[in-house]
């Protein structure tokens, strides 16, 4: 069975940095193209990041918004990707879900909250 | 960016009803590779999104055959037959084809 689960998300004050994981079973992650997504509170979904599999280099793609923010990696020994946040801003308040996308369909998170604010 | 425009914003079905989703794209979502990454999604209230069907007319895993995509280039339509109460929700399309990824805005299916 397929799982993938966000954690790590919260409260922060604008300016301010946080780390999201997540963890996955029930799949070969090593060769998996990871995402990160975000629906913002009046239900706007936006992509945010995708990192590749170690066979494409581990290249990555940002929205245009995070750029120079947000880092995307994964470590394919835990069977994991992470979203680094800096510099965080109350537009980038949003649950945030993580999901594997292939070939043929994908999986995503249950999502994790994250509130920027004051 | 390709814009995603959906169809209507909201609508109301009789169980058993019939009902259709338009979606349009700002510019052909057909890949270099031949595929048209085009994919709808329903989110039922309080879960994430849940995939129904991907590039333009193929049902996911365990997505029963009441709902059907059609489309190409620049056009698509998600039909739901025989619409359950466990259909309510907000579908959205998206397409995979032109970074940055997008969505369309969503369609909110009330049952009447």
């Known amino acids: 069975e397929v799982q993938v689960l966000e954690s790590g998300g919260g409260l922060v004050q604008p300016g301010n940095s946080l780390k999201l994981s997540c963890a996955t079973s029930?799949?070969?992650?090593?060769?998996?193209?990871m995402y990160w997504y975000r629906q913002f509170p009046e239900k706007r979904l936006e992509w945010v990041a995708r990192?590749?599999?170690?066979?494409?280099?581990?290249?990555?793609d940002y929205t245009e918004s995070v750029k120079g923010r947000f880092t995307i990696s994964r470590d394919d020994s835990k069977s994991s990707i992470y979203l680094q946040m800096n510099n965080l801003k109350e537009e980038d308040t949003a649950i945030y879900y993580c999901?594997?996308?292939?070939?043929?369909?994908?999986?995503w998170g249950q999502g994790v909250m994250v509130t920027v604010s004051s | 960016d390709v814009v995603m425009t959906q169809t209507p914003v909201s609508l109301s079905v009789s169980l058993g009803g019939q009902t259709s989703i338009s979606c349009r794209s700002s510019?052909?979502?057909?890949?270099?590779?031949?595929?048209?990454?085009l994919y709808w999604y329903l989110q039922k209230p309080g879960q994430s999104p849940q995939l129904l069907i991907y590039?333009?007319?193929n049902r996911f895993s365990g997505v029963p055959d009441r709902f059907s995509g059609s489309g190409s280039g620049t056009d698509f339509t998600l039909k739901i037959s025989r619409v359950e109460p466990e259909d309510l929700g907000v579908y959205y399309c998206?397409?995979?084809?032109?970074?940055?990824?997008?969505f369309g805005s969503g369609t909110k299916l009330e049952i009447k």
């Open positions: 999901a594997w996308r292939y070939y043929s369909g994908d999986y």
């Open positions: 029930g799949f070969t992650f090593s060769t998996a193209w």
């Open positions: 990192i590749k599999a170690k066979s494409n280099n581990y290249a990555t």
């Open positions: 510019q052909s979502l057909v890949h270099s590779d031949g595929n048209t990454y």
């Open positions: 590039k333009v007319s």
């Open positions: 998206y397409q995979g084809t032109h970074y940055p990824l997008t």
